[in-house]
């Protein structure tokens, strides 16, 4: 049985392709929406940056910077909008944490005192909100 090494098909994955992207994700666009139009699955981008860390950082980057941007912006004019964006996009970072710590389904009743948040929004405007936006 012999068998040659031939090179696989040339990925679709360049660097341009991920500066394009990661322009898109830099501005706040989730990567699955950034990568429509383009000759690549989401899959198939994902797998290309684990293999290659260098454009992986890339992507890293732009992560970054929105973070960076968007925090700016809720410091400087607070507003839900900008905290419901960063609780669905990095929710293991931004995500609501109630009772404490403790999960929703905890059967505690809820303390007399209205709690605001950073931005002086109550709990009860943000929940408001997010059931909302849970409906659109």
Do not use: C
């Not at 360049?14 to 929406?33: C, D, M, N, Q």
């Not at 968007?70 to 507003?79: E, V, Y």
């Not at 389904?105 to 605001?116: G, L, N, R, T, W």
């Amino acid at each position: 049985m012999n068998t040659t090494n031939k090179p696989g098909p040339e990925s679709k994955v360049t660097p341009e392709l991920v500066f394009r992207v990661s322009k898109l994700v830099a501005r706040g666009v989730p990567i699955h929406i950034a990568l429509e139009g383009e000759p690549v699955t989401a899959a198939a981008y994902k797998k290309h940056l684990q293999r290659h860390p260098e454009l992986a950082a890339i992507q890293a980057q732009a992560k970054i910077k929105f973070l960076h941007t968007a925090t700016d912006l809720i410091t400087a004019r607070p507003g839900p909008l900008l905290r419901w964006l960063l609780e669905r996009r990095f929710p293991h970072v931004f995500g609501q944490l109630k009772h404490d710590g403790k999960s929703d389904d905890a059967s505690e009743p809820e303390p007399a005192q209205k709690h605001q948040t950073i931005a002086g929004v109550s709990e009860e405007e943000l929940e408001q909100d997010r059931q909302y936006a849970r409906t659109l």
